[in-house]
């Protein structure tokens, strides 16, 4: 998905920007980049951290960075921050983005006399240099912003730097975070809200859906104001937020407490111990156990030294292999044991499907597979959750199609969404069987969303319910 942060500082803000920025690694595997505005004017640096991490890839250039105002990001897929020159000037710019009528707009601007537009290695368009050009199209920065904002189909959230500071601009959806703190002589602008505390900053605000501010060293001015209507992306929550990470005040880490522990109020097996999927699914398990009474153990360790990430690898085969590779038993605490393993979710399938094989080969009696939220039935519209081309990669998909002998209507589709309803019973019961657990339960899309605990209509369900 990708994160961005930056600073705004009476003094040098390199060392502030470079951990700000590391600390968005768990966001991102392609690509980190930081760019300063300082006495010398602009300087930027792009690295590729697929294979090293981005502390260790940008250790020097902070020896050679100096500036009052910086941005960076890690990125998931294209290289930024970009350095833009137009008849607003000079400026770094960073986004979050998805979007989806990436085609119609580029050839809305090659019909308002855009030229070109530079193509990346797999031939796609940067989709930041897009938002670019089309800020680019109005006749001051505000109204640019704003024009991208309303422009995009899908999300958007970016941050835009030149010599008066630094301007932030929240998805008009909020479906992805932007959070302001300050300190003594400095301001900064995150995604996620933890990232500064360690630097000395505290919370001065969180930016409201379609929100444009304006960041320097003394102040952050709202330019234009925040909309009535907010959608943001529960999975925050569930999978992409660090546990030390709140969004719209909501705790990530107490979120997953409070899923798993209504998950147990539900539930009527009785496993020797409960146990989470390494990273995301602990805090889950934690709230079931400490719920149910069963213990809490960790029958499987994620080695995490050489391998941050499951996802890393571009390829699907690679990445399924390495999230083998990195869980290590503890064979004493999983032999001739009836386990309940929570994860964050099933997307594919494959993983957990070869974990519980894992389990098995290591002399699980049982195992129980408790997912922390709903069945994923809908490829997600407005956040890089997955870059697969097809929903059929979802397990979900799957099933149904073959349940339905490929006769997927969007009504059955919400049959199956329906947790009450025997076709979702079906197939519940045809993922157990396809995946060899000894039992399978959902979370509740209400439980879930209970969990969270702001007001429902500001989450966005979409992937679990096919609505907003």
Same mark, same amino acid.
């Given at each position: 998905?990708?994160?961005?942060?930056? &600073?705004?500082?009476?003094?040098?803000?390199?060392?502030?920007?470079?951990?700000?920025?590391?600390?968005?690694?768990?966001?991102?595997?392609?690509?980190?980049?930081?760019?300063?505005?300082?006495?010398?004017?602009? !300087?930027?640096?792009?690295?590729? #951290?697929? *294979?090293?991490?981005?502390?260790?890839?940008?250790?020097?250039? $902070?020896?050679?960075?100096?500036?009052?105002?910086?941005?960076?990001? #890690?990125?998931?897929?294209?290289?930024?921050?970009?350095?833009?020159?137009?008849?607003?000037?000079?400026?770094?710019?960073?986004?979050?983005?998805?979007?989806?009528?990436?085609?119609?707009?580029?050839?809305?601007?090659?019909?308002?006399?855009?030229?070109?537009?530079?193509?990346?290695?797999?031939?796609?368009? *940067?989709?930041?240099?897009?938002?670019?050009?089309?800020?680019?199209?109005?006749? *001051?920065?505000?109204?640019?912003?704003?024009?991208?904002?309303?422009?995009?189909?899908?999300?958007?959230?970016?941050?835009?730097?030149?010599?008066?500071?630094?301007?932030?601009?929240?998805?008009?959806?909020?479906?992805?975070?932007?959070?302001?703190?300050?300190?003594?002589?400095?301001?900064?602008?995150?995604?996620?809200?933890?990232?500064?505390?360690?630097?000395?900053? +505290? +919370?001065?605000?969180?930016?409201?859906?379609?929100?444009?501010?304006?960041?320097?060293?003394?102040?952050?001015? +709202?330019?234009?104001?925040?909309?009535?209507?907010?959608?943001?992306?529960?999975?925050?929550? @569930?999978?992409?937020?660090?546990?030390?990470?709140?969004?719209?005040?909501?705790?990530?880490? !107490?979120?997953?407490?409070?899923?798993?522990?209504?998950?147990?109020?539900?539930?009527?097996?009785?496993?020797?111990?409960?146990?989470?999927?390494?990273?995301?699914?602990?805090?889950?398990?934690?709230?079931?156990?400490?719920?149910?009474?069963?213990?809490?153990?960790?029958?499987? $360790?994620?080695?995490?030294? +050489?391998?941050?990430?499951?996802?890393?690898?571009?390829?699907?085969?690679?990445?399924?292999?390495?999230?083998?590779?990195?869980?290590?038993? @503890?064979?004493?605490? #999983?032999?001739?044991?009836?386990?309940?393993?929570?994860?964050?979710?099933? &997307?594919?399938?494959?993983?957990?499907?070869?974990?519980?094989?894992?389990?098995?080969?290591?002399?699980?009696?049982?195992?129980?597979?408790?997912?922390?939220?709903?069945?994923?039935?809908?490829?997600?519209?407005?956040?890089?959750?997955?870059?697969?081309?097809?929903?059929?990669?979802?397990?979900?998909?799957?099933?149904?199609?073959?349940?339905?002998?490929? !006769?997927?209507?969007?009504? &059955?589709?919400?049959?199956?969404?329906?947790?009450?309803?025997?076709?979702?019973?079906?197939?519940?019961?045809?993922?157990?069987?396809?995946?060899?657990?000894?039992?399978?339960?959902?979370?509740?899309?209400?439980?879930?969303?209970?969990?969270?605990? $702001?007001?429902?209509?500001?989450?966005?369900?979409?992937?679990?319910?096919?609505?907003?």
């Amino acid at each position: 998905m990708g994160g961005f942060f930056g &600073v705004a500082s009476k003094q040098d803000c390199v060392f502030d920007l470079f951990f700000g920025v590391d600390y968005h690694s768990h966001l991102g595997t392609r690509r980190g980049g930081m760019a300063v505005y300082g006495e010398d004017g602009f !300087n930027r640096s792009i690295h590729n #951290i697929e *294979n090293a991490p981005f502390r260790t890839k940008f250790d020097k250039d $902070i020896q050679e960075m100096s500036g009052r105002l910086g941005i960076g990001c #890690i990125s998931d897929y294209e290289p930024q921050p970009l350095m833009v020159r137009s008849h607003h000037g000079t400026y770094a710019i960073t986004t979050v983005s998805k979007i989806n009528n990436m085609e119609a707009l580029t050839q809305q601007l090659f019909g308002s006399g855009h030229s070109h537009f530079l193509e990346m290695s797999g031939g796609d368009i *940067n989709a930041t240099e897009l938002i670019a050009a089309l800020i680019n199209q109005k006749e *001051n920065l505000i109204e640019g912003i704003a024009y991208a904002l309303e422009s995009v189909d899908g999300s958007l959230s970016l941050l835009l730097m030149n010599q008066k500071g630094i301007y932030a601009a929240r998805d008009k959806y909020g479906r992805t975070p932007v959070v302001v703190g300050r300190k003594q002589d400095a301001y900064c602008v995150s995604f996620e809200d933890f990232a500064y505390k360690n630097l000395g900053y +505290t +919370t001065y605000k969180e930016l409201g859906a379609g929100e444009i501010a304006l960041i320097t060293d003394e102040s952050c001015r +709202t330019l234009a104001d925040p909309g009535s209507d907010m959608k943001i992306c529960t999975f925050l929550w @569930v999978y992409y937020g660090y546990p030390s990470s709140s969004y719209e005040g909501a705790s990530v880490e !107490n979120m997953r407490y409070e899923c798993g522990k209504r998950m147990a109020q539900r539930d009527n097996v009785e496993p020797d111990i409960v146990a989470g999927v390494p990273d995301s699914g602990i805090a889950h398990a934690i709230g079931y156990a400490n719920e149910s009474g069963i213990p809490f153990s960790r029958p499987f $360790i994620k080695y995490t030294p +050489t391998w941050p990430r499951s996802f890393m690898p571009t390829m699907q085969s690679q990445r399924d292999l390495i999230a083998k590779m990195k869980l290590l038993a @503890v064979e004493e605490l #999983i032999r001739d044991k009836s386990l309940l393993l929570i994860d964050d979710s099933i &997307v594919r399938g494959t993983q957990l499907r070869e974990t519980t094989e894992f389990l098995y080969q290591s002399g699980a009696k049982e195992v129980h597979i408790r997912p922390a939220c709903p069945p994923l039935l809908y490829g997600c519209k407005y956040l890089n959750f997955s870059r697969s081309s097809s929903e059929m990669d979802l397990i979900t998909r799957r099933v149904i199609d073959r349940l339905e002998n490929g !006769n997927v209507t969007e009504e &059955v589709l919400q049959e199956y969404a329906d947790s009450e309803s025997p076709r979702y019973e079906r197939m519940v019961e045809e993922i157990r069987r396809e995946l060899n657990f000894t039992t399978l339960r959902f979370n509740r899309l209400d439980d879930m969303l209970d969990s969270v605990g $702001i007001d429902k209509c500001k989450l966005c369900t979409y992937c679990w319910s096919g609505k907003e």
